[in-house]
C-alpha cells in the first residue's frame, strides 16, 4: 500500500533526496539544505511510501509569475514506476495547494517524452500553451542525454471541471475525431523521421510523438535530434497562434500524438 505524507525533517529529506539521485543520475536533484528551506518556508515536499520504504517525491514551491504552485520535480524510483504512485503524488500535490489557497499547479515537461505527456494531459488533465526551447540548457542527465532540453509548461487548473471529474476517475471530456491526413501537421516516415506538414487554420490539429526517446538516442541521435527541432517549429507557432494542447493519444508503440486546439 502506497501512502504519501509533507516532508519537512532534515532526516526524512535526506532519505527521499537518493530518489532524485535514482531517476535523474548524481548530482541533478535538490541538495538537501535547499529542501529544508523550501519545505519549511517556500513550498513543499511530498514523499510516496510503501510501507517505510521511500519510493516517490513530489517538490513545489511559490511562484509569483503568475502565483501559482511550481512543481519542480516529480520523481518515481525507476522499480515502482507505472503502478499509480507518480499520480497520487500529483492528486496529494493538488489536495495540498487548494488547502493552501493556490487555483493552478504548473510544471515543465519535455514533449518528446511521451509518458510524461499521457500523464500530464490525458491522466490529470493539464494544459500547455507555451513551449521553451532549451529551457534548462544542455542537461547530461540520464533522460535528456545532449539533447537541447527543450520543455513545454503544464498549467494544472485545479477546479476546472475536467480536472474535477478525472479526480473522480471520469473521463467527461468529449471524443474528438481520430487522427487523419489531413489533421495531423506533424508525422513519422517509415524510417521513424518526422514529417513536417503547413499548419491550417482547422479547430483541432494532432502533432505526433516518436516511440520511446531512449531507444531513439540510442540509435540514432541523428533522429532525436530532428525530432526536437520539428516539435518545436511545429508546437511553437501553434501557441503563439492560440492553440493550446488539451489532451494526448497513444495507440500502440508507434501511433501516439498531441492533441491541440484553439482556446
Known amino acids: 500500500m502506497i501512502r504519501f505524507r509533507v516532508l519537512t525533517e ?41 510501507y517505510d520504504d521511500p519510493v516517490g517525491i513530489s517538490a513545489a514551491f511559490v511562484a509569483l509569475h503568475p502565483r501559482a504552485l511550481w512543481s519542480h520535480m516529480t520523481g518515481i524510483r525507476p522499480d515502482k514506476q507505472r503502478l499509480g504512485v507518480g499520480t497520487g503524488l500529483k492528486w496529494a500535490q493538488r ?11 504548473h510544471w515543465t515537461f519535455d514533449p518528446l517524452q511521451r509518458g510524461n ?23 547530461n542527465d540520464n533522460i535528456t542525454g545532449s539533447l537541447p532540453s527543450d520543455r513545454v509548461i503544464a498549467e494544472w487548473r485545479l477546479r476546472d471541471p475536467i480536472v474535477e471529474s478525472l ?7 468529449p471524443k474528438m475525431p481520430a487522427p487523419s491526413s489531413d489533421s495531423i501537421i506533424l508525422d513519422m516516415d517509415e524510417k521513424q523521421m518526422p514529417i513536417v506538414h503547413l499548419l ?34 511545429t ?4 501557441f503563439e497562434r492560440g492553440y493550446r494542447a488539451v489532451d494526448f493519444l497513444s495507440e500502440g508503440q508507434f501511433h501516439a500524438y498531441f492533441l491541440v486546439q484553439t482556446a
Open 235 to 238: 508546437l511553437m507557432p501553434l
Open 117 to 139: 505527456a499521457h500523464f500530464n494531459l490525458h491522466l490529470l488533465g493539464a494544459v500547455s500553451v507555451s513551449y521553451f526551447p532549451n529551457f534548462y540548457g544542455i542537461m
Open 167 to 173: 479526480s473522480l476517475n471520469r473521463d467527461t471530456r
Open 95 to 105: 489536495a495540498w495547494a487548494l488547502e493552501h489557497g493556490f487555483e493552478e499547479i
Open 10 to 50: 532534515v532526516d526524512e529529506l535526506e532519505e527521499i533526496a537518493r530518489i532524485a539521485e535514482d531517476v535523474w543520475g548524481v548530482n541533478q536533484g535538490i541538495p538537501v539544505n535547499l529542501m529544508r528551506a523550501l519545505a519549511t518556508h517556500a513550498g513543499v515536499i511530498i514523499g510516496a511510501y510503501e
Open 200 to 233: 491550417t487554420d482547422r479547430p483541432h490539429v494532432y502533432v505526433r510523438v516518436p516511440p520511446r526517446l531512449s531507444d531513439l538516442q540510442r540509435q540514432n541521435v541523428d533522429a532525436a535530434l530532428a525530432w526536437r527541432i520539428a516539435q518545436r517549429e
